[in-house]
């Protein structure tokens, strides 16, 4: 038994962070997330800010391909801090997000010590040696800095959604047989979500929230020439331009940062040095997935002239 | 936090809620926090700060920023200066026009409203108008100077030059937008922050009514579609997963139990078997309920792929099937209504739509469509124009479907007044009210058969 009890007393709860935040204002952040080569726009380096601030975590939602999960990973950089990653899916629970018994350790500590009476083992076997932690409970009990990604969330069931809530709500976990353990050292919490499905009010009201978007045509010329440094500044911004074009279209799926800077690698590749038709025509296929948008973007662009 | 910022702070917050934004104490209390850490100084960061923590889904950002802009305003009173004629004004947009510049344009819908929008006798003016100002700027007509400058400057030049109209057209919407919030501001110093953000402020798009929205609110509309449509997907098959709880299956049971020593430790459920539900729309698309009957159409055809088979047909005293013009690729939702009124056979001696009589061309040539597994939505506004509602007509389409659901887009109060027939139909069916895109997703995700 007195096992158990120093566990729980070890824990002790300490609120914020004791090093300070992370960010001393929010250009701070931009300049540093920069260094790790994420161009943040005012809105994300804003909210990410604050996220370090008010020590709440910080659900990211958007398209496919804008840079949600990238965000997460450049914070970690930034701060120096351990990546916790929950990949969620459907069908995903509690021994896959939170922590597991190791039944077989469990049984074979049982079986090894035979002369000891039955309350010392089973003492013995709900400790922390015969614990599994999974990524939630890893990421609160460390006592390094922690960023905390929970990846597309809404792919989770609605029941995981409870499980988080008491994790991100006070940073704790209650493991009924150890008792409840806190964070010694908030982690930063970023969620992300392609809102396929609408998370429960409860969830979001415990979170910052941040729409992230398609950037606008200054800061995706930047990101192009960032990523991509060998392309020609006017066929950059022809690039973006024609982009920014297929967005405004009605499409069934809109190209997004990673289609432009696909191209703009598979243009490199080509040696193209201008656009026009032929090329566009040949290559429209990297950043459109659909026949449909293929075709309909075609006649917008007067491709079939040709 | 001064008294004055808190009370800013909140009157703010109580104006989201008055349009509908649910943001509780706790929320307030985070903005506060966000509004102490990143000072006054900046107005554009405190705008993203408090919206990240006000607000919980992006559909609510439009709204958000047309209040944030009466609640924190970038200054106070008219702008310093003389404000110039038209024509210098007109000058000076196709200028910043051709040179994309966004801080200039704001500028300049600042002093087009100074100098054109007021109205009324006393110094000053009564009030501030964005549409009387750019009925007088007409900055619409600039397009073709702004292009032939930007093409003249080499901007236009290449492959990207033949995005330029689009790209200009898109500057000038945002241009427009620029006058009316500044219209908005000089009103709501003149007559009260609280009012105006109560009256002048549109709700969100999908609470917008279907009988009253406009064109550009019908196109805001169509681009949710598809992303309703995944959710409602998503909403579906969550339903599907928990309807195969339920029944034990025995036999598998058992085989199961055999590696736990004969012990049923994990009970499996019978699955159900699929059930390959119909769907059956039949659309009023005349005149007023048109925005209604397509918006709907187009959310089914987007959520076809959970059907055996959807079928769509559309009257307005005629019947005729339309679900062909609805097939994917083919359908371009702008101009979908017209597509249908020019190509199906709609209307036979006159205009005005006349549920009797369709309702019973429908049961007389497409009874067949109808069968035990099929689910039947009316849409319409049950107006017959005193006409026979045909009752018998209706009873014998819901006798031989699964179910039948009638959605009304009129408010409820509405119904049985004038020509309306819907307390008749209504004690035949089930008849909901849909009047807005919120209700029509609450209602399509309940009612659609799994």
């Given at each position: 038994?007195?096992?158990?009890?120093?566990?729980?007393?070890?824990?002790?709860?300490?609120?914020?962070?004791?090093?300070g935040?992370l960010?001393?204002?929010?250009?701070?952040v931009?300049a540093?997330?920069?260094?790790?080569?994420?161009?943040?726009?005012?809105?994300?380096?804003?909210?990410?800010?604050?996220a370090?601030?008010?020590?709440?975590?910080?659900?990211v939602?958007?398209?496919?391909g804008v840079?949600?999960?990238?965000?997460?990973?450049?914070?970690?950089?930034?701060?120096?801090?351990?990546?916790v990653?929950?990949?969620?899916?459907?069908?995903?629970?509690?021994?896959?997000?939170?922590?597991?018994?190791?039944?077989?350790?469990?049984?074979?500590?049982?079986?090894?010590?035979?002369?000891?009476?039955?309350?010392?083992?089973?003492?013995?076997i709900?400790?922390e040696?015969?614990?599994?932690?999974?990524?939630?409970l890893?990421?609160?009990?460390?006592?390094?800095?922690?960023?905390?990604?929970?990846?597309?969330?809404?792919?989770?069931?609605?029941?995981?959604?409870?499980?988080?809530?008491?994790?991100?709500?006070?940073?704790?976990?209650?493991?009924?047989?150890?008792?409840t353990i806190?964070?010694?050292?908030?982690?930063?919490?970023?969620?992300?979500?392609?809102?396929?499905?609408?998370?429960?009010?409860?969830?979001?009201?415990?979170?910052?929230?941040?729409?992230?978007?398609?950037?606008?045509?200054?800061?995706?010329?930047?990101?192009?020439?960032?990523?991509?440094?060998?392309?020609?500044?006017?066929?950059?911004?022809?690039?973006?331009?024609?982009?920014?074009?297929l967005?405004?279209m009605?499409?069934?799926?809109?190209?997004?940062?990673?289609?432009?800077i696909?191209?703009?690698?598979?243009?490199?590749?080509?040696?193209?040095?201008?656009?026009?038709?032929?090329?566009?025509?040949?290559?429209?296929?990297?950043?459109?997935k659909?026949?449909?948008?293929?075709?309909?973007?075609?006649?917008?662009?007067?491709?079939?002239?040709v | 936090?001064?008294?004055?910022?808190?009370?800013?702070?909140t009157?703010?917050?109580?104006?989201?809620?008055?349009?509908?934004?649910r943001?509780?104490?706790?929320?307030?209390?985070?903005?506060?926090?966000?509004?102490?850490?990143?000072?006054?100084?900046?107005?554009?960061?405190?705008?993203?700060?408090?919206?990240?923590?006000?607000?919980?889904?992006?559909?609510?950002?439009?709204?958000?920023?047309?209040?944030?802009?009466?609640?924190?305003?970038?200054?106070?009173?008219?702008?310093?200066?003389?404000?110039?004629?038209?024509d210098?004004?007109?000058?000076?947009?196709?200028?910043?026009?051709?040179?994309?510049?966004?801080?200039?344009?704001?500028?300049?819908?600042?002093?087009?409203?100074?100098?054109?929008?007021?109205?009324?006798?006393?110094?000053?003016a009564?009030?501030?108008s964005?549409?009387?100002?750019?009925d007088?700027?007409?900055?619409?007509?600039?397009?073709?100077?702004?292009?032939?400058?930007?093409?003249?400057?080499?901007?236009?030049?290449?492959?990207?030059?033949?995005?330029?109209?689009?790209?200009?057209?898109?500057?000038?919407e945002?241009?427009?937008?620029?006058?009316?919030?500044?219209?908005?501001?000089?009103?709501?110093?003149?007559?009260?922050?609280?009012?105006?953000?109560?009256?002048?402020?549109a709700?969100?798009?999908?609470?917008?009514?279907?009988?009253?929205?406009?064109?550009?609110?019908?196109?805001?509309?169509?681009?949710t579609?598809?992303?309703?449509?995944r959710?409602?997907?998503?909403?579906?098959?969550?339903?599907?997963?928990?309807?195969?709880?339920?029944?034990?299956?025995?036999?598998?049971?058992l085989?199961?139990?055999?590696?736990?020593?004969?012990?049923?430790?994990?009970?499996?459920?019978?699955?159900?078997?699929?059930?390959?539900?119909?769907?059956?729309?039949?659309?009023?698309?005349?005149?007023?309920?048109?925005?209604?009957?397509?918006?709907?159409?187009?959310?089914?055809?987007?959520l076809?792929?959970q059907?055996?088979?959807?079928?769509?047909?559309?009257?307005?005293?005629?019947?005729?099937?339309?679900?062909?013009?609805?097939?994917?690729?083919?359908?371009?939702?702008?101009?979908?209504?017209?597509?249908?009124?020019?190509?199906?056979?709609?209307?036979?001696?006159?205009?005005?739509?006349?549920?009797?009589?369709?309702?019973?061309?429908?049961a007389?040539?497409?009874?067949?469509?109808?069968?035990?597994?099929?689910?039947?939505?009316?849409?319409?506004?049950?107006?017959?124009?005193?006409s026979?509602?045909?009752?018998?007509?209706?009873?014998?389409?819901?006798?031989?479907?699964?179910?039948?659901?009638?959605?009304?887009?009129?408010?409820?109060?509405?119904?049985?007044?004038?020509d309306?027939?819907?307390?008749?139909?209504?004690?035949?069916?089930?008849?909901?009210?849909?009047?807005?895109?919120?209700?029509?997703?609450?209602?399509?995700?309940?009612?659609?058969?799994?």
């Amino acid at each position: 038994m007195n096992k158990r009890l120093d566990m729980c007393s070890d824990l002790s709860v300490l609120d914020r962070s004791p090093e300070g935040p992370l960010f001393t204002s929010v250009d701070d952040v931009s300049a540093r997330l920069a260094e790790t080569g994420y161009l943040a726009a005012p809105a994300v380096a804003t909210t990410v800010f604050l996220a370090d601030r008010l020590g709440k975590p910080l659900l990211v939602e958007g398209p496919a391909g804008v840079g949600k999960t990238e965000l997460a990973k450049a914070v970690a950089q930034v701060a120096g801090a351990r990546l916790v990653r929950l990949q969620c899916y459907e069908g995903v629970d509690e021994s896959r997000a939170l922590y597991e018994w190791n039944h077989a350790k469990q049984l074979l500590r049982i079986s090894a010590g035979r002369d000891e009476t039955w309350d010392e083992t089973r003492t013995d076997i709900f400790s922390e040696e015969f614990l599994l932690p999974r990524p939630l409970l890893t990421a609160i009990r460390g006592d390094e800095p922690t960023v905390l990604l929970i990846d597309e969330t809404d792919k989770a069931d609605v029941e995981v959604e409870g499980l988080l809530l008491e994790v991100l709500s006070d940073f704790q976990v209650t493991v009924p047989e150890l008792g409840t353990i806190t964070a010694s050292r908030r982690p930063f919490v970023v969620l992300t979500s392609n809102a396929t499905r609408e998370l429960s009010e409860a969830l979001r009201r415990r979170c910052l929230f941040l729409h992230l978007g398609f950037p606008d045509e200054e800061l995706e010329r930047r990101i192009v020439r960032l990523k991509v440094p060998g392309l020609d500044t006017a066929l950059t911004e022809s690039v973006v331009r024609v982009v920014a074009a297929l967005r405004a279209m009605d499409l069934r799926k809109v190209p997004s940062v990673a289609e432009t800077i696909d191209w703009a690698r598979t243009l490199l590749a080509l040696g193209a040095t201008t656009l026009d038709e032929t090329v566009v025509r040949d290559s429209l296929g990297v950043i459109l997935k659909h026949q449909d948008d293929i075709l309909k973007a075609g006649a917008k662009l007067d491709l079939d002239a040709v | 936090m001064s008294g004055d910022a808190a009370e800013r702070l909140t009157g703010f917050v109580a104006a989201l809620r008055a349009h509908g934004v649910r943001i509780g104490t706790g929320e307030t209390v985070d903005a506060a926090e966000a509004v102490a850490a990143l000072g006054f100084a900046d107005r554009g960061l405190l705008r993203e700060g408090l919206a990240a923590t006000l607000l919980h889904t992006p559909d609510q950002r439009r709204l958000f920023d047309t209040v944030f802009d009466l609640y924190f305003p970038y200054g106070v009173g008219a702008p310093a200066g003389d404000p110039g004629d038209r024509d210098s004004l007109r000058d000076r947009l196709a200028d910043a026009l051709a040179a994309g510049d966004r801080a200039l344009l704001g500028q300049l819908a600042i002093e087009a409203v100074d100098g054109l929008g007021g109205y009324g006798s006393s110094p000053g003016a009564d009030g501030w108008s964005s549409y009387q100002t750019l009925d007088r700027l007409r900055p619409q007509t600039l397009l073709a100077r702004v292009r032939d400058e930007m093409r003249r400057q080499g901007g236009g030049s290449g492959f990207a030059g033949r995005l330029l109209e689009d790209e200009i057209r898109r500057r000038i919407e945002e241009f427009r937008g620029l006058v009316a919030a500044e219209a908005r501001r000089r009103v709501a110093e003149r007559r009260g922050r609280d009012e105006i953000a109560r009256r002048a402020v549109a709700p969100t798009a999908d609470r917008v009514d279907f009988l009253y929205a406009g064109r550009d609110r019908l196109a805001e509309l169509r681009r949710t579609v598809q992303p309703l449509a995944r959710k409602l997907a998503t909403r579906l098959a969550a339903r599907r997963r928990r309807a195969t709880r339920g029944t034990i299956d025995l036999r598998r049971t058992l085989r199961g139990s055999l590696s736990t020593g004969g012990v049923p430790m994990r009970p499996v459920l019978r699955r159900r078997r699929p059930a390959r539900p119909e769907l059956v729309l039949l659309c009023d698309v005349s005149g007023s309920v048109s925005g209604f009957s397509d918006f709907t159409m187009l959310l089914v055809q987007a959520l076809h792929d959970q059907f055996s088979k959807v079928r769509v047909f559309a009257f307005v005293n005629r019947i005729d099937e339309v679900t062909g013009l609805l097939e994917h690729g083919r359908a371009d939702p702008e101009g979908l209504g017209s597509r249908i009124r020019a190509e199906a056979r709609l209307t036979g001696y006159h205009g005005s739509s006349d549920y009797g009589v369709a309702l019973g061309e429908f049961a007389q040539r497409y009874g067949a469509a109808v069968g035990p597994r099929t689910t039947v939505f009316v849409l319409g506004d049950a107006r017959t124009n005193m006409s026979d509602p045909n009752l018998a007509a209706l009873r014998e389409i819901s006798a031989r479907a699964r179910r039948l659901y009638w959605l009304n887009p009129e408010p409820r109060p509405l119904w049985g007044t004038g020509d309306s027939a819907a307390p008749e139909y209504a004690g035949l069916v089930a008849m909901h009210e849909c009047r807005n895109a919120h209700q029509l997703g609450a209602l399509v995700g309940r009612l659609l058969p799994i």
